[in-house]
Nanobody, 128 residues
């Protein structure tokens, strides 16, 4: 089992920044991907971005590229999501997830059903 715990959410004004963290532990062998997703009520969970754990290559939702950055610490136990130039449309609950699908199946990075483990989520509220 992999345990994921997000932190860093909160309220911020439009134009501001936040950094979310996701600490992961447990049986991490076999985890090839770590992803960030977000969800608002009434909508499907959407992929924000993901990182291939072994080599650190990152993937982003097209509309978020340039504002959001994913990284991981060297021991690969903490995942980060740096969010800049936030606006009200970024308001959501943000989740981190761990996936064991192949590193080379990059087309799967934004599919929630392909991830095996999830954190409890952290809420981000952006006020205008």
């Amino acid at each position: 089992q992999v345990q994921l715990v997000e932190s860093g959410g909160g309220a911020v004004q439009a134009g501001g920044s936040l950094r979310l963290s996701c600490t992961w532990s447990g049986t991490t062998d076999g985890v090839n991907w770590m992803g960030w997703f977000r969800q608002v009520p009434g909508k499907e969970r959407e992929g924000v971005g993901a990182i291939a754990v072994d080599d650190g290559e990152t993937f982003y939702a097209i509309l978020l590229r340039g504002r959001f950055t994913i990284s991981q610490d060297k021991p690969k136990t903490t995942l980060y999501l740096q969010m800049n130039s936030l606006d009200s449309e970024d308001t959501a609950v943000y989740y981190c997830a761990a996936g064991s699908f192949s590193r080379y199946q990059t087309y799967r990075w934004d599919r929630p059903n392909d991830y095996d483990h999830w954190g409890q989520g952290t809420r981000v509220t952006v006020s205008s």
